[in-house]
């Protein structure tokens, strides 16, 4: 009895942090092949993020690498309809680029 237990409980936790990363990365719009797995280095390489991130980060980054490798057919041939790939889509036939509209400046902290 304890014993299924502890296996149920094992699986339900590899189940829940199976691919964190790839899964949000997965939602937004394009990013190119394995989201996920430059996702996590990012957030390793990153000196703001905290130690306890991190931590969770270290743990789910192989379950995250192995969901970007299965999800690699589906990054490789799938369109991105997202908003922001539009917007960029119709700023580029527009000639709509920072050269042309420069962006404005910062205000002064």
């Given at each position: 009895?304890?014993?299924?237990?502890l296996?149920?409980?094992l699986?339900?936790?590899?189940?829940?942090?199976?691919?964190?990363?790839?899964?949000?990365s997965?939602t937004?719009?394009?990013?190119?092949?394995?989201?996920?797995t430059?996702?996590?280095?990012?957030?390793?390489a990153?000196?703001?993020t905290?130690?306890?991130?991190?931590?969770?980060?270290?743990?789910?980054?192989?379950?995250?690498?192995?969901?970007d490798t299965?999800l690699l057919?589906?990054?490789?041939f799938?369109t991105?309809k997202?908003v922001?790939s539009?917007?960029?889509k119709?700023?580029r036939d527009?000639?709509?680029?920072?050269?042309?509209?420069?962006?404005a400046?910062?205000p002064?902290?």
């Open positions: 009895m304890m014993k299924n237990i296996v149920s409980a699986l339900s936790g590899m189940v829940l942090l199976s691919g964190c990363s790839s899964v949000m997965h937004g719009g394009k990013e190119g092949v394995y989201p996920g430059k996702a996590s280095s990012t957030m390793l990153n000196d703001n905290g130690i306890g991130l991190k931590s969770l980060v270290v743990l789910d980054m192989p379950f995250t690498a192995i969901m299965l057919p589906w990054d490789i799938r991105d997202s922001k539009r917007v960029e119709s700023e527009s000639l709509a680029t920072n050269s042309v509209i420069p962006p400046p910062m002064v902290r």
